[in-house]
């Protein structure tokens, strides 16, 4: 293939979103939608890609400040020839330009490929058959087969309008036919806009080949103009990524149920149920079992581990053959070793829990280090905070805390310790011992009577 330099068109205003954020930077799969078209312009190594942008470019140059991008402004949007006119000084002469859209998500590389293959001496189009055909501009073609022209939906006579294959808006060319037919265009239609679309004549009238691509798969030249074309999008975006994962042999009870925002990684025989949603980078080991309705997010979950239904994970490693849920929830900084079970309604924040242990009900756990086969009791509370600074508790192995017990932090509860239930902690509980606080007696009143309901 030869020197490639592709233009990305991305000056369009997107009024029809409704929002303040620019078109592009709405996302799919938690990905900007010009982060996917980028992505993609990188796989195909090209010399030097330019973004023309206007509405809002500001906002959008420092979403991509990392990237090595050629950033062109197109103060008015005069069309889509004129938005290429724009990045004309940064062309190289002894390049082939591809043109992407800015707000075509799925924009797939392979068709770039086949079509720059194409593109040596000659323009290439991608195009594709639509059953409504409306809105787009209709690949002419003569009698032979070759493309003739490209006529926009607004200036078609009513023949033209016939043709269903319409154009994609994505194409390429060398430079130096480039170059020379985009300083010829006019604007006499019926937009009064400078259209892309008018180099197909020229090169026809230049002699230049031109060849059209049909792609059949239309959502990967889908362009986003709402937020109706933006949810659906999303639903072929996370179907496709669920596909995948079903190749891959991971079970996904339900694919139209599964939302994977970021990377997923699955081991062997992973199963998933439905309505679960994947954050950032998730990595599941072999057999790992996720129930449906959880949420996960940058975490590591090992080998044999079970997620029960409704759980929340953020930022957390597990360690294998643990148990977790229903309904927990585990925050940032928490890293359980093998076989630990949290069960419903713990909270873990910023803390270690080793082998074996236990807390099973009802518990907030913070700042705490937690040693091997610990049992903490159902409503535990470590107080971690004082309202202004916090403070750790540890855990020694094999400790056993009663339920309803506060851990008031910073505090050390002994290997083997036993803390009686109710008991609200304050200092260091010696190892292999009882300690207990709570109120001394329990009393009786025998006779006494309920409050009854004032009748009125
Ligand atoms: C264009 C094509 C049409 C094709 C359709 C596919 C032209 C004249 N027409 O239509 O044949 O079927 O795309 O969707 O090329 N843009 C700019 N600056 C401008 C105008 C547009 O950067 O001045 C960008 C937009 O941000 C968008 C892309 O170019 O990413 C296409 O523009 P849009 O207005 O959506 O396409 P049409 O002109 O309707
Ligand atoms: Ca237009």
Same mark, same amino acid.
């Given at each position: 293939?030869?020197?490639?330099?592709?233009? @990305?068109?991305?000056?369009?205003?997107?009024? =029809?979103?409704?929002?303040?954020?620019?078109?592009?930077?709405?996302?799919?799969?938690? *990905?900007?939608?010009?982060?996917?078209?980028?992505?993609?312009?990188?796989?195909?190594?090209? #010399?030097?890609? $330019?973004?023309?942008?206007?509405?809002?470019?500001?906002?959008?140059?420092?979403?991509?400040?990392?990237? !090595? @991008?050629?950033?062109?402004?197109?103060?008015?949007?005069?069309?889509?020839?004129?938005?290429? %006119?724009?990045? &004309?000084?940064?062309?190289?002469?002894?390049?082939?330009?591809?043109?992407?859209?800015?707000?075509?998500? +799925?924009?797939?590389?392979?068709?770039?490929?086949?079509?720059?293959? %194409?593109?040596?001496?000659? +323009?290439?189009?991608?195009?594709?058959?639509?059953?409504?055909?409306?809105?787009?501009?209709?690949?002419? =073609?003569?009698?032979?087969?070759?493309?003739?022209? @490209?006529?926009?939906?607004?200036?078609?006579?009513?023949?033209?309008?016939?043709?269903?294959?319409? #154009?994609?808006?994505?194409?390429?060319?060398?430079?130096?036919? +480039?170059?020379?037919?985009?300083?010829?265009?006019?604007?006499?239609?019926? %937009?009064?806009?400078?259209?892309?679309?008018?180099?197909?004549?020229?090169?026809?009238?230049?002699?230049?080949?031109?060849?059209?691509?049909?792609?059949?798969?239309?959502?990967?030249?889908?362009?986003?103009?709402?937020?109706?074309?933006?949810? %659906?999008?999303?639903?072929?975006?996370?179907?496709?990524?669920?596909?995948?994962?079903?190749?891959?042999? &991971?079970?996904?009870?339900?694919?139209? =149920?599964?939302?994977?925002?970021?990377?997923?990684?699955?081991?062997?025989?992973?199963?998933?149920?439905?309505?679960?949603?994947?954050?950032?980078?998730?990595?599941?080991?072999? #057999?790992? *079992?996720?129930?449906? !309705?959880?949420?996960?997010?940058?975490?590591? @979950?090992?080998?044999?581990?079970?997620?029960?239904?409704?759980?929340?994970?953020?930022?957390?490693?597990?360690?294998?053959?643990?148990?977790?849920?229903?309904?927990?929830?585990?925050?940032?900084?928490?890293?359980?070793?093998?076989?630990?079970?949290?069960?419903?309604?713990?909270?873990?924040?910023?803390?270690?829990?080793?082998?074996?242990?236990?807390?099973?009900?009802?518990?907030? &756990?913070?700042?705490?280090?937690?040693?091997?086969?610990?049992?903490?009791?159902?409503?535990?509370?470590?107080?971690?905070?004082?309202?202004?600074?916090?403070?750790?508790?540890?855990?020694?192995?094999?400790?056993?805390?009663?339920?309803?017990?506060?851990?008031?932090?910073?505090?050390?509860?002994?290997?083997?310790?036993?803390?009686?239930?109710?008991?609200? $902690?304050?200092?260091?509980?010696?190892?292999?011992?009882?300690?207990?606080?709570?109120?001394?007696?329990?009393?009786?009143?025998?006779?006494?009577? =309920?409050?009854?309901?004032?009748?009125?």
């Amino acid at each position: 293939m030869n020197k490639l330099n592709i233009v @990305i068109l991305a000056a369009g205003k997107g009024t =029809r979103m409704y929002s303040t954020l620019p078109k592009v930077l709405h996302v799919v799969g938690a *990905k900007t939608i010009l982060a996917h078209v980028i992505d993609c312009a990188k796989t195909l190594n090209p #010399n030097k890609i $330019i973004v023309v942008y206007g509405f809002g470019g500001e906002m959008v140059k420092e979403a991509f400040a990392n990237e !090595n @991008i050629t950033w062109v402004k197109q103060e008015e949007q005069l069309g889509t020839g004129h938005a290429v %006119q724009q990045a &004309v000084p940064f062309l190289e002469d002894d390049a082939d330009t591809l043109i992407l859209l800015g707000d075509v998500p +799925l924009v797939d590389s392979s068709a770039c490929r086949k079509l720059l293959e %194409q593109a040596n001496n000659k +323009l290439a189009i991608l195009s594709f058959n639509k059953d409504d055909p409306t809105g787009y501009g209709r690949i002419v =073609r003569e009698l032979t087969g070759n493309v003739a022209a @490209i006529v926009e939906h607004k200036d078609a006579t009513v023949v033209q309008r016939q043709i269903n294959e319409v #154009n994609t808006g994505i194409m390429a060319m060398p430079n130096k036919y +480039l170059v020379t037919w985009l300083s010829a265009l006019t604007n006499h239609n019926a %937009q009064g806009e400078y259209y892309l679309t008018d180099i197909v004549e020229l090169a026809v009238n230049d002699k230049v080949n031109v060849v059209a691509e049909i792609t059949a798969d239309e959502w990967s030249v889908t362009g986003i103009n709402s937020k109706t074309d933006l949810a %659906q999008i999303e639903r072929v975006y996370q179907l496709r990524n669920a596909q995948k994962l079903l190749q891959q042999g &991971v079970t996904i009870k339900d694919p139209a =149920r599964l939302d994977v925002r970021g990377l997923l990684n699955c081991g062997r025989d992973v199963e998933i149920d439905v309505n679960c949603v994947f954050e950032g980078n998730v990595s599941l080991g072999d #057999n790992v *079992k996720i129930s449906a !309705n959880c949420i996960i997010k940058n975490a590591i @979950i090992e080998a044999g581990v079970q997620i029960a239904p409704f759980t929340h994970i953020d930022d957390t490693k597990i360690g294998e053959n643990s148990r977790i849920g229903p309904f927990a929830r585990l925050r940032p900084g928490t890293t359980l070793a093998a076989d630990t079970h949290i069960g419903n309604f713990v909270e873990l924040k910023n803390s270690q829990v080793d082998v074996g242990s236990k807390i099973n009900h009802l518990s907030y &756990v913070g700042d705490t280090t937690v040693g091997k086969n610990v049992n903490i009791g159902a409503g535990t509370i470590t107080c971690n905070y004082d309202g202004a600074n916090k403070f750790r508790t540890i855990i020694e192995d094999n400790a056993f805390i009663g339920s309803d017990s506060q851990l008031v932090a910073p505090v050390t509860i002994g290997r083997g310790a036993t803390i009686a239930a109710g008991s609200t $902690i304050t200092r260091d509980a010696p190892a292999d011992a009882l300690t207990f606080c709570r109120a001394k007696d329990q009393k009786t009143i025998v006779g006494w009577k =309920r409050p009854q309901k004032i009748k009125k």
